[in-house]
């Protein structure tokens, strides 16, 4: 067995378990940030819906060696939440400690508008921005010499500047970590540096309250745990450490779960041997096969399908949903897009919205944001387009 079958038949990353159902995903898939030029060859990977037969968790499990797939390149960003942000500012502020002693180390861009913020209303001046995340290839597995794979240098460095720094108190953002993170060693050695001293503070989706909203826009591929609050529960307090959580919801941005993991808090009274129950969790495969039928049924001869919104659900509706037939193309008018290849490559092209005639188009799937959505399909109609708005779950969009 080869180092790519190992990560495809990794354990669960929260019972350790290796037990699971699957659905596959695809043969040969590239990571969903994976906007090239067209000059340059794309990697592709085998990617599997897993769900662990023991605790129920749900993840994407892939012969692809990325120990923390993310973005491929740094031109594509994305924004993240900010609604929730003065609760972690009350959660830190309930750890008394001394924020004059204090230092801030951000562990991607993606934190750097948070530590900004906690800099700003704590009153802390050491506010280390450094995008340590940085893309994927940053973060596949190094061989020593003697052919043992250490861990990525970008986390030695991020260890090394919140070991080196001066001060007695440091908070650690990790946001959108665990989502990502495809080892068990790497989501060990992030938690286990939480201490007295050391306060992790950490933001991902809130997969639990995902699933209730009846849609699987959330699974792509660079996203490998799908992690219910109580999964998360199982694993710190298996490490022994204190944690406090909280969720946020809006209608802007997804439902967050939050917190601080810190032995400044003390231990919950979590069960660290038992893993929680698997009756309590939906199995995404099983739900993913319901909805790959529901769009070959409403995708027929002659449909013609533009998925607006090229980046993300876009592309996990084309990768992970969509019949081989379908007559699709992508649509998305990011510049940074522009002149850049697809991680997939659509029968009926990867096009611009703005200017595009979507008169022949039968259907269009609104897989951007709401409020994105809301200035685009005017454009559509203007451009002839009188068919189906639907969304990733091939539901009437409104």
């Known amino acids: 067995m080869n180092l790519n079958d190992e990560n495809l038949n990794a354990p669960c990353i929260v019972c350790h378990e290796v037990s699971s159902t699957r659905i596959l995903l695809g043969e040969s898939l590239a990571d969903a940030s994976d906007f090239r030029d067209p000059s340059s060859l794309g990697t592709h990977f085998r990617f599997e819906l897993a769900t662990c037969q023991n605790c129920g968790h749900n993840s994407i499990q892939t012969n692809n060696p990325c120990l923390l797939p993310t973005r491929k390149y740094k031109f594509i960003k994305y924004g993240e939440p900010i609604e929730h942000y003065p609760l972690v500012k009350k959660l830190l502020e309930s750890l008394n400690i001394n924020f004059s002693n204090t230092s801030i180390h951000a562990f991607s861009y993606k934190d750097f508008q948070l530590a900004n913020f906690l800099g700003d209303q704590l009153n802390i001046a050491d506010v280390n921005l450094v995008d340590w995340l940085g893309c994927s290839d940053d973060w596949l597995p190094v061989a020593s010499d003697k052919s043992v794979f250490i861990e990525p240098k970008p986390l030695k460095e991020f260890f090394a500047e919140i070991n080196n720094s001066s001060m007695v108190h440091r908070i650690v953002i990790v946001t959108r970590f665990f989502d990502h993170v495809a080892s068990q060693d790497l989501l060990r050695k992030m938690i286990r540096i939480a201490s007295p001293t050391v306060h992790l503070v950490f933001d991902l989706n809130d997969y639990e309250r995902l699933s ?105 509706l084309a990768q992970f949903v969509l019949d081989s037939k379908a007559r699709f193309s992508l649509h998305d008018d990011k510049e940074a897009l522009k002149g850049r290849t697809p991680p997939v490559i659509p029968p009926l092209g990867h096009h611009s919205i703005s200017g595009f005639d979507f008169s022949q188009y039968s259907h269009a799937a609104m897989t951007t944001t709401r409020a994105n959505a809301q200035k685009i399909m005017p454009k559509l109609q203007d451009s002839g387009f009188t068919g189906k708005f639907l969304n990733f779950d091939c539901r009437l969009f409104n």
């Open 212 to 316: 209730t909203q009846n849609t699987l826009e959330f699974i792509w591929n660079e996203r490998r745990n799908f992690f219910h609050r109580i999964h998360l529960e199982h694993i710190i307090s298996r490490e022994n450490l204190g944690f406090s959580m909280f969720t946020f919801e809006s209608q802007e941005v997804s439902p967050t779960l939050s917190g601080v993991i810190t032995n400044r808090i003390p231990a919950a009274v979590v069960n660290s041997e038992r893993a929680p129950s698997l009756s309590a969790f939906q199995d995404f495969g099983n739900e993913l096969s319901v909805l790959r039928q529901r769009w070959k049924k409403e995708l027929t001869f002659g449909h013609k399908l533009a998925i607006i919104g090229a980046s993300h659900k876009g592309i996990s």
